[in-house]
Structure formats: C-alpha cells, structure tokens
C-alpha cells in the first residue's frame, strides 16, 4: 500500500543535475514526504524530508508543489557515487500512535561519465 | 556510534529450521521496524513497534513474529523457515512516533538462505 509513484529507472550525465520526481496524489495535510537512497545492498539511507516548503541540505534539495501531490528530490551535482534506487515516501499513520514507513520500488538512478 | 547492530549478517538455514534475528539500537529510538528485501526488489515491512510493548503487522507478516524485548531490542523469528524466506532482512530505528520524526537508521542487514 505504497502512497507514492516514481519511475523505474532514470539516467543522469555526471556533473549535471538529476531530478527525481514523484507523484503522492493522496498525500493527507499533515504528512511529509522523505526520501532515501540505497546504494547496492547497503541499508537505505536518509536524505530529506518536507512538508510543505521546499528544502535544502548538504545532499539534495526537495521540491514540493503547492498542492502537494508531487515532489522533486534534486541532486545539483549528480557523481558516479549517487548512483543508487532512490525511495519516495509518504509516512502512514497507524492506530497505536505511531508511523510506519512503507517502501515502495523506488526509482534506479545510472550516472554515467 | 554503533546506531542499528543486526546478528547475524549472513545465516544459512534448512527447510524447518528455526532462528531468530537479533537488532539492537543504542540512540534511545522508540520505534523499531523489521523489513525484508528480495533480490532487485523494494523494501517490504514486516512487523514494526511503535514505541516499547507494542509491536503491529506491517505488509508481509506470515511466517514470522517479533519480540520488543525492551526500548533498546527488536528481535525477529523465523518458526519454520521456508525458502521463500531467502532474502536480506533489515532492522531499522525513529526516534519518536511523530509525524517530523521518521528519519529511519537501518542496520547493515542480515542475509538469509533457506534451502
């Protein structure tokens, strides 16, 4: 019961930027979308999350349209180590007070040189 | 800074075996979560605990329980293993069960083969 939609694979040039969208067209008014990044067979990693406002760390920036049904993650300066499946994720609350987090087939970023 | 240690890494079972995965956190996370990922697919939740003496039902559940022995354990068991229980399984901590608060630490994984 994934809450979101990406496509399976994309391609990216390294040094260019790569944009990643994301559909959430259900999206409640108080859930955020994050996003992840599993390189190989490693554990998924953390990269930003949003509500509402677009945002910005050190890895990626998130882009939000105002209605919230879709998202952007954008990596500025995509290198050969950004390739990896990046998840999209909408957080679903659950009855005992808590969130779970569902994965859905994510998206498979090639950068190639 | 051990964050999500799992045990073991790699385990091979036969068909009816029983074991059990072990996860430990050390960053004071309430909730804990068990996923399995097969090869070149996404990761699918199994069981998951809010927060401590709680544990619920996440999307593939059958064949396996779970125990939250206390705020710091997660553990995951295999009863009667079965081949299609051949995969890598992660564990995985939040801090608290809010709608901000879902940054997921994930453990190295755990691979398993049930022949």
């Known amino acids: 019961d994934a809450k979101t939609t990406q496509p399976p694979s994309m391609d990216c040039a390294e040094g260019r930027a790569a944009n990643l969208p994301c559909n959430h067209s259900t999206i409640s008014g108080n859930e955020y979308v994050y996003w992840y990044r599993q390189i190989h067979s490693q554990g998924p990693q953390y990269i930003i999350h949003g509500l509402k406002n677009n945002e910005t760390n050190e890895m990626a920036s998130l882009i939000i349209t105002e209605d919230r049904k879709s998202s952007t993650l954008i990596l500025p300066h995509a290198t050969l180590r950004d390739t990896a499946v990046y998840y999209c994720?909408?957080?679903?609350?659950?009855?005992?007070?808590?969130?779970?987090?569902?994965f859905g087939a994510g998206t498979r970023l090639f950068v190639k040189a | 800074n051990a964050g999500v240690t799992q045990t073991p890494k790699f385990q091979v079972l036969k068909t009816g075996q029983s074991m059990t995965l072990q996860c430990a956190q050390d960053m004071n996370h309430n909730s804990m979560y068990w996923y399995r990922q097969d090869p070149g697919m996404g990761l699918r939740l199994i069981y998951y605990s809010a927060s401590e003496g709680t544990t619920d039902k996440g999307e593939v559940p059958n064949g396996y329980n779970v125990s939250r022995l206390n705020k710091r354990e997660f553990s995951l068991r295999l009863e009667s293993a079965a081949p299609s229980q051949t995969s890598v399984y992660f564990c995985?901590?939040?801090?608290?069960?809010?709608?901000?608060?879902?940054?997921?630490?994930f453990g190295e994984g755990s691979r398993l083969t049930v022949l």
């Open positions: 994720i909408v957080r679903v609350a659950v009855g005992t007070g808590g969130f779970k987090t569902i």
């Open positions: 995985a901590s939040s801090e608290r069960a809010g709608a901000n608060t879902g940054e997921l630490f």
